[in-house]
């Protein structure tokens, strides 16, 4: 809950986090479109992370 709320507040490393959490389904329904949103949100705010997982070629919600 810690996180998300951080998430919601917009904190860049919370966005990071949360969206990884979407991603599995990992203590929060699994929502790949919001994991999305908010690992852009973060990279928006230069989260390095969330940059390169949004860039990877081998990630699965890489935009083609």
Do not use: C, F, T
């Not at 810690?2 to 959490?21: E, K, R, S, T």
């Not at 979407?22 to 479109?33: C, K, M, R, S, Y």
Request: glycine fraction near 6%.
């Amino acid at each position: 809950e810690y996180i998300a709320g951080a998430a919601h507040a917009g904190d860049p490393a919370a966005q990071h986090m949360y969206a990884l959490l979407l991603i599995d389904g990992d203590g929060v329904a699994q929502d790949e479109n919001e994991a999305i949103a908010r690992l852009r949100r973060a990279a928006e705010r230069d989260h390095e992370k969330a940059v390169e997982l949004l860039q990877a070629n081998d990630n699965p919600l890489h935009d083609s």
